[in-house]
């Protein structure tokens, strides 16, 4: 799955439960602290502190989304 959070971009594996009764993979990202991308087959998730740090960016100097999204990208890999 790939996290997206203040110090950058990141690609990680992980294993849900399937245990009888367990959460959908969507609830179980929002258990650990992420916003999941989609909520039906997450492939992406978001830390609620890089929602929050985008949301004072957008507001108080109108960062877009996808310039912030390419801040954090260049906070990973300068390559980008």
């Given at each position: ?9 990141h ?55 996808m ?14």
């Amino acid at each position: 799955i790939t996290i997206v959070d203040k110090s950058g971009v990141h690609s990680l594996s992980i294993c849900y439960c399937h245990c009888p009764g367990a959460l959908s993979r969507d609830m179980q990202l929002f258990q650990a602290g992420l916003f999941p991308a989609s909520f039906t087959r997450p492939k992406t998730a978001f830390t609620f502190a890089v929602l929050d740090d985008f949301l004072l960016d957008n507001l108080e100097c109108g960062t877009s989304a996808m310039n912030y999204y390419s801040k954090i990208r260049r906070l990973t890999s300068s390559i980008f």
